[in-house]
């Protein structure tokens, strides 16, 4: 088992910065992987990062590719997602999520189903 405490979100006006920080423990090593997903009323769950607990395998989708880093943690397994320039378009609920990497290489997934452990969820709001 893997648990995951997420910390961060709440309103923010567009054009602004939000961080969204991630704690994981339990059996978790550091080929495993780490993300984080958002999910719109209406929407499908979609990816917004993803990366390796030992760092590296980095993916950002396309929509927030320039807009987003990663930083972390290593005396815990913290991984911290900073966004800027929001658009009300990333409004919704932001989960991390924890799972393993897929075949011999190691690629972190990005399609949420290939994660097992999930957080509780924090609310994005993008006001204009």
């Known amino acids: 088992q893997v648990q995951l405490v997420e910390s961060g979100g709440g309103e923010v006006q567009a054009g602004g910065s939000l961080r969204l920080s991630c704690t994981a423990s339990g059996d978790i090593s550091r080929r495993d992987c780490m993300g984080w997903f958002r999910q719109a009323p209406g929407k499908e769950r979609e990816a917004v990062a993803t990366?390796?607990?030992?760092?590296?395998?980095?993916y950002f989708a396309d929509s927030v590719k320039a807009r987003v880093s990663i930083s972390q943690e290593t005396a815990t397994i913290t991984k911290h997602l900073e966004m800027k320039n929001l658009k009300p378009e990333d409004a919704g609920v932001y989960y991390c999520?924890?799972?393993?990497?897929?075949?011999?290489?190691?690629?972190?997934?990005?399609?949420?189903?290939?994660?097992?452990?999930w957080g509780q969820g924090t609310q994005v709001t993008v006001s204009s």
């Open positions: 990366i390796a607990v030992g760092g590296g395998r980095l």
């Open positions: 999520a924890a799972g393993r990497p897929l075949g011999a290489v190691g690629q972190c997934p990005s399609h949420p189903a290939e994660y097992k452990f």
